[in-house]
């Protein structure tokens, strides 16, 4: 990919930035500037980069609107989410733990669970890289930030 190929502009949806929990915004602070900082994404047969992207959730899908900065046109991009609900659900349920276990627990315990959160990140950035393999070109690290993205947007829906 070329090095124009990257997000450098990321909105969210209004509605999407309700506050949540203290996690959950640190969560998001860091996912959008980790994903500025550093992404691989370009659309298949469509402009190059580099792209703006607005991010919405409309029911059970997430609408990913991606614009070239040389242009005013978008690319919408639809994706639903009811593959990935069991994969929320169980992200979830480990990140409760870690937040939990950060507090008191011995760092095997700690280190255990993180290796538990990692795994699922990686399961849920290869169904991603799947999902849109056919309209977006993005590698596995971007991939896992969006997921972070998506984790931060589907806990405030």
């Known amino acids: 990919m070329d090095s124009d190929d990257r997000i ?37 047969d469509g402009e190059v980069g580099p792209y703006h992207l607005t991010l919405g959730l409309d029911e059970d899908r997430l609408l990913m609107k991606v614009r070239a ?11 639903p989410l009811s593959p990935f609900r069991k994969i929320f659900r169980d992200y979830f349920l480990i990140c409760d733990s870690y937040f939990e276990a950060i507090r008191d627990k011995p760092l095997s315990y700690i280190e255990a669970i993180d ?42 829906h």
């Open 69 to 79: 900065l040389a242009s005013e046109e978008y690319v919408l991009i639809g994706l």
């Open 115 to 156: 290796m538990g959160r990692r795994s699922l990140h990686n399961e849920a950035a290869e169904k991603l890289c799947a999902a849109l393999d056919d309209r977006v070109l993005i590698d596995k690290t971007t991939a896992r930030r969006l997921f972070t993205l998506l984790c931060v947007l589907h806990s405030r």
């Open 8 to 44: 450098v502009q990321i909105e969210l949806e209004e509605g999407l930035g309700a506050r949540g929990k203290p996690e959950i915004e640190q969560e998001r602070a860091i996912a959008l500037q980790a994903f500025i900082e550093e992404n691989s994404f370009s659309i298949r």
